[in-house]
Protein backbone atom coordinates (compact mmCIF):
# COMPACT_ATOMS: atom_id res chain seq x y z
CA UNK A 1 0.00 0.00 0.00
CA UNK A 2 1.60 3.21 -0.81
CA UNK A 3 0.33 7.28 -0.61
CA UNK A 4 -0.97 8.90 -3.69
CA UNK A 5 1.66 10.59 -5.45
CA UNK A 6 0.65 13.84 -4.70
CA UNK A 7 0.54 13.11 -1.17
CA UNK A 8 2.43 16.28 0.17
CA UNK A 9 0.28 18.32 -1.54
CA UNK A 10 -3.09 16.94 0.02
CA UNK A 11 -1.48 17.15 3.67
CA UNK A 12 -4.18 19.17 5.94
CA UNK A 13 -2.12 21.97 6.88
CA UNK A 14 -5.07 24.15 7.49
CA UNK A 15 -5.02 22.35 10.85
CA UNK A 16 -1.87 21.17 13.01
CA UNK A 17 -1.15 17.88 11.91
CA UNK A 18 0.29 14.68 13.51
CA UNK A 19 2.83 12.30 12.90
CA UNK A 20 2.49 8.95 14.49
CA UNK A 21 5.98 7.82 16.06
CA UNK A 22 5.81 3.98 15.58
CA UNK A 23 8.54 4.08 18.04
CA UNK A 24 5.70 4.53 20.88
CA UNK A 25 3.55 1.68 19.17
CA UNK A 26 2.69 -1.56 21.10
CA UNK A 27 5.68 -3.12 19.09
CA UNK A 28 4.64 -6.81 19.70
CA UNK A 29 0.96 -5.82 17.74
CA UNK A 30 2.23 -3.42 15.37
CA UNK A 31 -0.01 -4.59 12.65
CA UNK A 32 -3.23 -4.30 14.92
CA UNK A 33 -1.76 -0.60 16.13
CA UNK A 34 -1.50 0.69 12.53
CA UNK A 35 -5.03 -0.92 12.22
CA UNK A 36 -6.23 1.19 15.31
CA UNK A 37 -4.74 4.68 14.88
CA UNK A 38 -4.45 5.08 11.01
CA UNK A 39 -7.76 6.90 10.25
CA UNK A 40 -6.02 9.79 12.93
CA UNK A 41 -3.02 9.69 10.90
CA UNK A 42 -1.51 12.53 8.98
CA UNK A 43 2.17 11.00 8.20
CA UNK A 44 3.48 8.22 10.13
CA UNK A 45 7.13 8.93 12.09
CA UNK A 46 9.71 6.08 11.54
CA UNK A 47 12.49 6.88 13.43
CA UNK A 48 15.83 4.94 12.70
CA UNK A 49 18.77 4.85 14.97
CA UNK A 50 22.23 2.78 14.69
CA UNK A 51 22.86 3.07 18.53
CA UNK A 52 26.14 5.61 17.24
CA UNK A 53 25.24 8.79 15.98
CA UNK A 54 22.03 8.02 18.45
CA UNK A 55 22.45 5.65 21.25
CA UNK A 56 19.38 4.49 20.88
CA UNK A 57 18.99 1.03 18.06
CA UNK A 58 15.34 1.90 16.40
CA UNK A 59 13.80 0.40 13.30
CA UNK A 60 15.26 -1.57 10.20
CA UNK A 61 14.14 -1.49 6.50
CA UNK A 62 12.61 -5.29 7.12
CA UNK A 63 10.14 -3.83 9.66
CA UNK A 64 9.14 -0.87 7.14
CA UNK A 65 8.22 -2.83 4.53
CA UNK A 66 6.00 -5.29 6.71
CA UNK A 67 4.00 -1.83 8.06
CA UNK A 68 4.16 -0.54 4.55
CA UNK A 69 1.91 -3.31 3.72
CA UNK A 70 -0.74 -2.27 6.07
CA UNK A 71 -1.56 1.16 5.57
CA UNK A 72 -1.34 3.85 2.57
CA UNK A 73 -0.18 6.60 4.84
CA UNK A 74 2.86 8.81 4.35
CA UNK A 75 5.94 7.44 6.10
CA UNK A 76 8.80 10.20 7.26
CA UNK A 77 11.51 8.13 7.71
CA UNK A 78 14.28 10.36 10.30
CA UNK A 79 17.28 8.92 9.90
CA UNK A 80 19.88 9.15 12.67
CA UNK A 81 22.83 7.28 11.43
CA UNK A 82 26.47 8.23 11.12
CA UNK A 83 28.15 9.38 8.04
CA UNK A 84 29.89 5.74 6.56
CA UNK A 85 26.85 4.03 6.41
CA UNK A 86 23.97 6.62 5.76
CA UNK A 87 24.22 6.62 1.75
CA UNK A 88 23.27 2.79 2.35
CA UNK A 89 20.25 3.25 4.55
CA UNK A 90 19.02 6.01 2.37
CA UNK A 91 18.96 3.50 -0.18
CA UNK A 92 17.56 0.57 2.36
CA UNK A 93 14.72 2.52 3.50
CA UNK A 94 13.90 4.22 0.29
CA UNK A 95 13.64 0.62 -0.97
CA UNK A 96 10.71 -0.31 1.84
CA UNK A 97 8.88 2.40 1.40
CA UNK A 98 9.36 5.83 2.59
CA UNK A 99 8.14 8.64 0.85
CA UNK A 100 10.01 11.28 2.95
CA UNK A 101 13.56 10.53 4.49
CA UNK A 102 15.19 13.13 6.53
CA UNK A 103 18.35 13.30 7.60
CA UNK A 104 20.38 15.30 10.21
CA UNK A 105 22.34 18.85 9.21
CA UNK A 106 24.75 17.39 11.77
CA UNK A 107 26.02 14.76 9.41
CA UNK A 108 29.53 15.22 7.33
CA UNK A 109 27.92 15.94 4.19
CA UNK A 110 23.96 16.68 3.85
CA UNK A 111 24.54 17.70 0.46
CA UNK A 112 25.33 13.90 -0.70
CA UNK A 113 22.62 12.83 1.51
CA UNK A 114 19.93 15.04 -0.35
CA UNK A 115 21.14 13.68 -3.63
CA UNK A 116 20.60 9.92 -2.75
CA UNK A 117 17.61 10.56 -1.23
CA UNK A 118 16.49 12.59 -4.74
CA UNK A 119 17.84 9.61 -7.00
CA UNK A 120 15.32 7.39 -5.67
CA UNK A 121 12.24 10.04 -6.45
CA UNK A 122 11.50 10.40 -2.24
CA UNK A 123 10.84 13.65 -0.46
CA UNK A 124 13.78 14.68 1.25
CA UNK A 125 13.96 16.58 4.61
CA UNK A 126 16.68 18.40 7.08
CA UNK A 127 16.48 17.60 11.02
CA UNK A 128 18.12 20.38 13.59
CA UNK A 129 19.43 19.26 16.76
CA UNK A 130 19.30 22.14 19.35
CA UNK A 131 22.37 23.05 19.74
CA UNK A 132 22.83 23.48 15.12
CA UNK A 133 21.19 27.18 14.51
CA UNK A 134 18.03 27.31 12.69
CA UNK A 135 19.64 29.61 9.90
CA UNK A 136 21.80 26.19 9.09
CA UNK A 137 18.75 24.71 7.33
CA UNK A 138 18.77 28.31 5.09
CA UNK A 139 20.76 26.16 2.20
CA UNK A 140 18.75 23.58 2.04
CA UNK A 141 15.63 25.31 1.65
CA UNK A 142 14.92 24.56 -1.79
CA UNK A 143 15.23 20.68 -1.70
CA UNK A 144 13.64 20.05 1.18
CA UNK A 145 9.85 18.96 2.06
CA UNK A 146 10.07 18.95 5.28
CA UNK A 147 12.13 21.07 7.93
CA UNK A 148 12.34 18.91 11.46
CA UNK A 149 13.27 20.45 15.08
CA UNK A 150 14.00 18.66 17.70
CA UNK A 151 13.05 20.17 21.09
CA UNK A 152 14.79 17.59 23.27
CA UNK A 153 18.22 15.99 22.94
CA UNK A 154 18.76 13.00 20.60
CA UNK A 155 17.37 9.80 21.21
CA UNK A 156 15.87 9.49 24.06
CA UNK A 157 12.47 9.04 25.35
CA UNK A 158 11.21 11.00 28.51
CA UNK A 159 12.79 14.63 28.47
CA UNK A 160 11.00 17.87 29.12
CA UNK A 161 11.03 20.33 26.39
CA UNK A 162 13.79 22.84 25.96
CA UNK A 163 12.81 26.54 26.94
CA UNK A 164 14.54 27.07 23.57
CA UNK A 165 12.44 25.37 21.19
CA UNK A 166 9.62 27.18 21.10
CA UNK A 167 11.00 30.86 19.86
CA UNK A 168 13.97 28.64 17.31
CA UNK A 169 10.27 27.33 15.66
CA UNK A 170 9.22 31.16 15.57
CA UNK A 171 12.55 31.85 14.19
CA UNK A 172 12.45 29.12 11.42
CA UNK A 173 8.91 29.79 11.05
CA UNK A 174 10.08 33.35 9.69
CA UNK A 175 13.55 31.26 7.62
CA UNK A 176 10.73 29.32 5.33
CA UNK A 177 7.70 32.06 5.09
CA UNK A 178 6.97 31.49 1.54
CA UNK A 179 8.08 28.22 0.68
CA UNK A 180 6.50 25.26 0.40
CA UNK A 181 8.46 23.75 3.42
CA UNK A 182 6.79 22.06 6.37
CA UNK A 183 7.86 22.38 9.96
CA UNK A 184 7.72 19.82 12.11
CA UNK A 185 8.27 19.89 16.02
CA UNK A 186 10.10 16.65 17.62
CA UNK A 187 10.55 15.65 21.06
CA UNK A 188 8.10 16.54 24.69
CA UNK A 189 5.02 16.02 22.92
CA UNK A 190 2.63 16.71 25.54
CA UNK A 191 -0.45 18.07 26.56
CA UNK A 192 0.94 20.92 27.99
CA UNK A 193 3.37 21.55 25.28
CA UNK A 194 1.28 21.31 21.92
CA UNK A 195 0.32 24.53 22.60
CA UNK A 196 3.15 26.86 22.71
CA UNK A 197 4.44 24.52 19.99
CA UNK A 198 2.03 25.05 17.39
CA UNK A 199 2.09 29.18 18.61
CA UNK A 200 5.30 29.44 17.55
CA UNK A 201 4.65 27.63 14.62
CA UNK A 202 4.79 24.10 14.28
CA UNK A 203 2.40 22.95 11.83
CA UNK A 204 3.38 19.13 12.18
CA UNK A 205 4.20 17.17 15.93
CA UNK A 206 5.56 14.11 16.36
CA UNK A 207 2.80 11.86 18.47
CA UNK A 208 4.34 9.36 20.70
CA UNK A 209 2.47 8.02 23.71
CA UNK A 210 0.16 10.70 23.53
CA UNK A 211 -1.32 9.61 20.99
CA UNK A 212 -0.62 5.96 21.58
CA UNK A 213 -1.91 5.70 25.24
CA UNK A 214 -4.26 8.47 24.46
CA UNK A 215 -7.60 7.00 26.28
CA UNK A 216 -10.10 8.72 23.82
CA UNK A 217 -8.27 8.78 20.63
CA UNK A 218 -10.81 10.80 18.85
CA UNK A 219 -11.17 13.43 21.53
CA UNK A 220 -7.15 13.78 21.75
CA UNK A 221 -7.37 14.24 17.65
CA UNK A 222 -9.99 16.70 17.52
CA UNK A 223 -8.59 18.81 20.47
CA UNK A 224 -4.86 18.53 18.31
CA UNK A 225 -6.43 19.64 15.30
CA UNK A 226 -8.33 22.51 16.93
CA UNK A 227 -4.99 24.23 18.36
CA UNK A 228 -3.99 27.52 16.53
CA UNK A 229 -0.78 27.59 14.05
CA UNK A 230 1.45 30.22 14.69
CA UNK A 231 -0.47 32.20 17.44
Excluded at 27 to 54: K, Q
Excluded at 124 to 132: E, P, S, W
Excluded at 200 to 223: C, K, Q
Amino acid sequence: MTPAANWLDTLPRHRLMAEYSLWSADLLNIGAEIDRVDPYVDLYHIDVADGHFSPALLYFPDLVAACRKRTARPFHVHLMATDDILLNQIDQFAEAGADLISVHAENGDPEAALARIESHGVKAGIVLQLFTPVSEAAQWLDRIAMLTLLGTRIGVKGQGLDPEAEPRLAEARALIAGRNVVLAADGAIRDHTVPGLAAHGAETIVMGSLAFNAPDLAARMAWVHGQKIGG
